[in-house]
């Protein structure tokens, strides 16, 4: 079945910095990847997905790019502030995967002020 | 908001009971997942269904048992309940669970286990 790593499993930056959070998957034939932000306590929320027929998708402040090729796709956060802290997810799913999503382990990221 | 709904938001019980959590779709989505995350930990997909069909399954303990009614709603059935099951558990709703569609999250269900 899939694969899924995420790296780092924490990751502190300055208020206004970029945040990085890359995710890699095993399945060649995965070809959605949704990343997830989850505060504490709080439901798992749909930030930003990419299909696989695009390389690169941005939202404001938030893109996702995705390399087929290497099997790997990441998160990028600019001018970070103080309420992107939460935990982010990575997923991979594809109609042979039985239809689930196979999450990363989450990466923990904290924006001082 | 996400549409899905989950009840209720708290449950406290002793092992060896059984639990019966409630979730509630999207209008219009007819497949459901239910999910378990532990403490710290990610989030473990349990099973899905589509339409009042079971689709798929992950790594839910044969003590667990679900089912979608066919006005769609989905309980997950906990039972010989264990401290380790001690978890939040969600639903999620998708449109057409192909596994290539858009997953929502409810608020999910605290269960403590004592």
């Known amino acids: 079945g899939e694969n899924v790593e995420q790296h780092p499993s924490t990751l502190s930056v300055q208020e206004g910095d970029s945040a990085v959070i890359k995710c890699t998957y095993s399945?060649?034939?995965?070809?959605?990847f949704p990343w997830y932000k989850q505060e504490l306590g709080k439901r798992p929320q749909l930030i930003i997905d990419?299909?696989?027929?695009?390389g690169e998708k941005k939202d404001q402040r938030i893109a996702v790019t995705l390399n087929k090729t290497a099997k790997h796709f990441s998160l990028h956060i600019t001018e970070t502030q103080p309420e992107d802290s939460a935990v982010y997810f990575c997923a991979a799913s594809n109609r042979n995967t039985g239809n689930q999503f196979y999450f990363g382990t989450g990466t923990s990221l904290t924006v001082i002020p | 908001d996400s549409g899905v709904t989950q009840t209720p938001k708290h449950l406290i019980t002793a092992t060896g009971q059984r639990v019966t959590l409630r979730c509630s779709p999207r209008?219009?989505?007819?497949?459901v997942y239910w999910y378990q995350q532990s403490l710290d930990q990610g989030l473990q997909f349990l099973i899905q269904y589509y339409n009042g069909e079971e689709r798929a399954k992950g790594n839910i303990l044969e003590r667990f048992s679900a089912q979608q009614f066919p006005d769609l709603h989905s309980e997950l059935n906990l039972s010989s309940l264990e401290l380790g099951d001690s978890a939040l558990y969600f639903c999620a709703s998708s449109v057409a669970g192909d596994g290539t569609d858009t997953q929502y999250f409810g608020p999910g269900t605290r269960l403590t286990v004592l």
């Open positions: 990419i299909r696989s027929n695009v």
């Open positions: 209008s219009g989505d007819l497949s």
């Open positions: 399945d060649s034939a995965s070809n959605y």
